[in-house]
């Protein structure tokens, strides 16, 4: 009996990581807190914050160390510590919910007239709302804490259950959460309601706070359905999109192909396919020709050619004046034989540098900035780029203190080279549709799970989100299909489509309502091999459908403002009764 509550908790988060890939069992966000909420409502301890804390610390060890397990193909510790860390923030609710959103801390008689049920009802409800609040908090402060980390919020169980998910058009990913919080803690109350109940033999069917939670998700529902059915249902326009992918085998701090065949790889794959989507075009016009009718026969011609994070290999060299200059003679004439390759707009993973000219040369400046960039190549041969915000700590920076460099060459086998520079711009790039000219919120690898730094992006033209990514580090592990489950929520949050490109990972094209079928022909746009892995090589040739009135919604212009108010009007909340129990 000792060891029972410490290991229903440790339970209790390990259900919660079957919601997510590749489990991908997202109805038990509903449930798994009805293991939790009792043993942090029942502590007999004199000191129920720190029991609290203890108890929700242990479920989120027992969630993150088996969601994160794909850290582990890059590093064992890294994993660990992570999973200690993000499990305070789990800690930090049970000491809240043990202490002050705790309903059962005050022994309460059960209800038996009118008036004292409705009380019996709001006081359900109003710590139910306190709980979902403070979670909300929670996530949103983990979002940002550290250059934050909002992987996997209990709103990213809903990846696979779209209509729930249309309310982050609202409320953000993060306000997601609240549902599940909420109705698990009334649901909660009501089990051990009917207990007493039963106890006395004075059972009641009907419970006002359940029923009005099961009002609250069903109202969510439809207006999810309703959405749904009507999100982005205006006019589009049409862009055709080439994604390349080659599945490139990594470790920490190496790419286990010559850049030669890297580079080659993904020119080839690009001539190919080119080279196929003209075949078909010209056996369309035959067929049509011999048969003598006036269909229309479907050019297939990209818009856009994309590659992923960090494929060009070779630098740019960044001068004063703001121009851009390639750093080898082979990367120049790459970008020469893309260019001839058809009317396109090129978009490619590089790196940038700080450079400046002497003489003849171009030099790299000493202790320059350095940075992970998208660029944007169109047919006239102008150069736009996109400089990585939301940068990944041990990854792509190493903040200057004391042995932490040396602490990264002995878990990964390889020295920190340098670190990255954060970029300053949020303003998107222009990309070319045929005689049109639609915007693109750029993101770069993890960018595209963090929605309060795409929001920043978002302007009244038509847009689509366009992201680079490389999953490739963690081999054939889960994370890249988290990492998409993730990312589809900011398709519904701005109602922007977005164009992935990975190197290893989901590579695809989301509509405006997270889903990745073609709205009109009902095609999956993934990039998948025939028995449905993303772990494979190949090219992606799908239509991506952009609103040309998308407007801004609700997230867009406030953000996370509901996970904001949410917890700090649980914290206020919890002042008050404390206030009023003393």
Same mark, same amino acid.
Request: hydrophobic share 45%.
């Given at each position: 009996?000792?060891?029972?509550?410490?290991?229903?908790?440790?339970?209790?988060?390990?259900?919660? $990581?079957?919601?997510?890939?590749?489990?991908?069992?997202?109805?038990?966000?509903?449930?798994?807190?009805?293991?939790?909420?009792?043993?942090?409502?029942?502590?007999?301890?004199e000191?129920?914050?720190?029991?609290?804390?203890? %108890?929700?610390?242990?479920?989120?060890?027992?969630?993150?160390?088996?969601?994160?397990?794909?850290?582990?193909?890059?590093?064992?510790?890294?994993?660990?510590?992570?999973?200690?860390?993000?499990?305070?923030?789990?800690?930090?609710?049970?000491?809240?919910?043990?202490?002050? /959103?705790?309903?059962?801390?005050?022994?309460?008689?059960?209800?038996?007239?009118?008036?004292?049920?409705?009380?019996?009802?709001?006081?359900?409800?109003?710590?139910?709302?306190?709980?979902?609040?403070?979670?909300?908090?929670?996530?949103?402060?983990?979002?940002?804490?550290?250059?934050?980390?909002?992987?996997?919020?209990?709103?990213? /169980?809903?990846?696979?259950?779209?209509?729930?998910?249309?309310?982050?058009?609202?409320?953000?990913?993060?306000?997601l959460?609240?549902?599940?919080v909420?109705?698990?803690?009334? $649901?909660?109350?009501v089990?051990?309601?009917?207990?007493? #109940?039963?106890?006395?033999?004075?059972?009641?069917?009907?419970?006002?706070?359940?029923?009005?939670?099961?009002?609250?998700?069903?109202?969510?529902?439809?207006?999810?359905?309703?959405?749904?059915?009507?999100?982005?249902?205006?006019?589009?326009?049409?862009?055709?999109v080439?994604? $390349?992918?080659?599945? %490139?085998?990594?470790?920490?701090?190496?790419?286990?192909?010559?850049?030669?065949?890297?580079?080659g790889?993904?020119?080839?794959?690009?001539?190919?396919?080119?080279?196929?989507?003209?075949?078909?075009?010209h056996?369309?016009?035959?067929?049509?020709?011999?048969?003598? @009718?006036?269909?229309?026969?479907?050019?297939?011609k990209?818009?856009?050619?994309?590659?992923?994070?960090?494929?060009?290999?070779?630098?740019?060299?960044?001068?004063?004046?703001?121009?851009?200059?390639?750093?080898?003679?082979?990367?120049?004439d790459?970008?020469?034989?893309?260019?001839?390759?058809?009317?396109?707009?090129?978009?490619?993973?590089?790196?940038?540098?700080?450079?400046?000219?002497?003489?003849?040369?171009?030099?790299?400046?000493?202790?320059?900035?350095?940075?992970?960039?998208? %660029?944007?190549?169109?047919?006239?041969?102008?150069?736009?780029?996109?400089?990585?915000?939301?940068?990944?700590?041990?990854?792509?920076?190493?903040?200057?203190?004391?042995?932490?460099?040396?602490l990264?060459?002995?878990?990964?086998?390889?020295?920190? %080279?340098d670190?990255?520079?954060?970029?300053?711009?949020?303003?998107?790039?222009?990309?070319?549709?045929?005689?049109?000219?639609?915007?693109?919120?750029?993101?770069?690898?993890?960018?595209?799970?963090?929605?309060?730094?795409?929001r920043?992006?978002?302007?009244?033209?038509?847009?689509?989100?366009?992201?680079?990514?490389?999953?490739?580090?963690?081999?054939? @592990?889960?994370?890249?299909? #988290?990492?998409?489950?993730?990312?589809?929520?900011?398709?519904?949050?701005?109602?922007?489509?977005?164009?992935?490109?990975?190197?290893?990972?989901?590579?695809?094209?989301?509509?405006?309502?997270?889903?990745?079928?073609?709205?009109?022909?009902?095609?999956?746009?993934?990039?998948?091999d025939?028995?449905?892995?993303?772990?494979?090589?190949?090219?992606l040739?799908?239509?991506?459908?952009?609103?040309?009135?998308?407007?801004f919604?609700?997230?867009?212009?406030?953000?996370?403002?509901?996970?904001?108010?949410?917890?700090?009007?649980?914290?206020?909340?919890?002042?008050?009764?404390?206030?009023?129990?003393?």
């Amino acid at each position: 009996m000792k060891y029972l509550r410490p290991g229903l908790a440790v339970g209790s988060g390990a259900l919660l $990581a079957l919601c997510f890939p590749p489990f991908n069992l997202g109805w038990i966000v509903w449930g798994w807190m009805w293991i939790l909420l009792p043993l942090l409502w029942t502590s007999r301890s004199e000191k129920k914050r720190r029991a609290g804390f203890g %108890i929700g610390f242990l479920s989120g060890l027992g969630f993150w160390l088996i969601n994160l397990k794909w850290i582990w193909t890059v590093t064992g510790l890294g994993a660990v510590t992570m999973a200690l860390y993000l499990a305070i923030y789990f800690g930090i609710f049970g000491a809240f919910a043990a202490n002050s /959103a705790n309903p059962w801390r005050k022994e309460v008689k059960v209800a038996t007239d009118i008036p004292a049920r409705f009380r019996e009802m709001w006081r359900s409800l109003g710590y139910a709302a306190m709980l979902g609040g403070w979670w909300c908090g929670m996530e949103w402060i983990r979002g940002w804490m550290l250059t934050g980390f909002g992987w996997n919020g209990l709103g990213v /169980a809903f990846h696979n259950n779209l209509i729930m998910a249309q309310n982050a058009e609202f409320v953000g990913v993060y306000g997601l959460s609240f549902l599940p919080v909420f109705f698990s803690a009334v $649901a909660v109350q009501v089990g051990r309601r009917f207990y007493l #109940q039963a106890k006395e033999q004075s059972v009641k069917l009907l419970h006002w706070d359940f029923a009005t939670a099961m009002l609250v998700i069903m109202g969510s529902f439809t207006v999810g359905s309703v959405r749904f059915s009507h999100a982005g249902s205006g006019e589009k326009i049409e862009a055709k999109v080439l994604l $390349a992918q080659q599945n %490139i085998p990594q470790t920490a701090g190496k790419v286990e192909w010559p850049r030669e065949e890297i580079l080659g790889g993904f020119t080839d794959l690009v001539s190919g396919a080119l080279a196929d989507l003209d075949a078909q075009t010209h056996e369309d016009l035959k067929a049509t020709s011999a048969e003598g @009718s006036e269909t229309t026969v479907l050019i297939r011609k990209p818009d856009w050619v994309i590659w992923p994070e960090a494929t060009l290999v070779d630098r740019f060299f960044t001068l004063e004046d703001g121009s851009r200059v390639p750093e080898t003679m082979t990367l120049s004439d790459l970008l020469d034989d893309i260019r001839e390759m058809g009317d396109f707009t090129f978009i490619a993973g590089a790196n940038e540098v700080e450079g400046y000219v002497e003489g003849r040369y171009v030099h790299r400046v000493e202790h320059g900035r350095y940075w992970n960039s998208m %660029i944007t190549l169109d047919s006239e041969r102008n150069l736009e780029t996109y400089r990585k915000h939301h940068l990944v700590i041990f990854g792509e920076l190493i903040p200057d203190v004391l042995y932490l460099r040396e602490l990264y060459a002995k878990v990964a086998g390889v020295p920190f %080279i340098d670190s990255f520079s954060s970029g300053e711009s949020h303003e998107p790039l222009d990309l070319k549709v045929g005689e049109e000219t639609v915007q693109a919120i750029p993101s770069i690898c993890f960018e595209d799970t963090v929605g309060r730094l795409t929001r920043k992006s978002v302007r009244a033209d038509p847009q689509v989100i366009v992201n680079i990514t490389n999953d490739g580090w963690f081999k054939q @592990s889960e994370g890249a299909a #988290q990492h998409f489950a993730n990312a589809r929520f900011r398709c519904i949050e701005l109602r922007r489509p977005m164009v992935r490109c990975a190197n290893s990972g989901v590579g695809g094209v989301i509509s405006v309502t997270g889903s990745t079928l073609d709205p009109f022909t009902r095609e999956d746009r993934r990039l998948v091999d025939d028995s449905e892995s993303h772990f494979t090589r190949g090219t992606l040739f799908a239509s991506v459908w952009i609103p040309c009135e998308s407007g801004f919604t609700l997230y867009a212009l406030w953000g996370d403002w509901f996970a904001v108010v949410g917890l700090a009007l649980s914290f206020l909340a919890g002042i008050a009764l404390r206030l009023r129990k003393s």
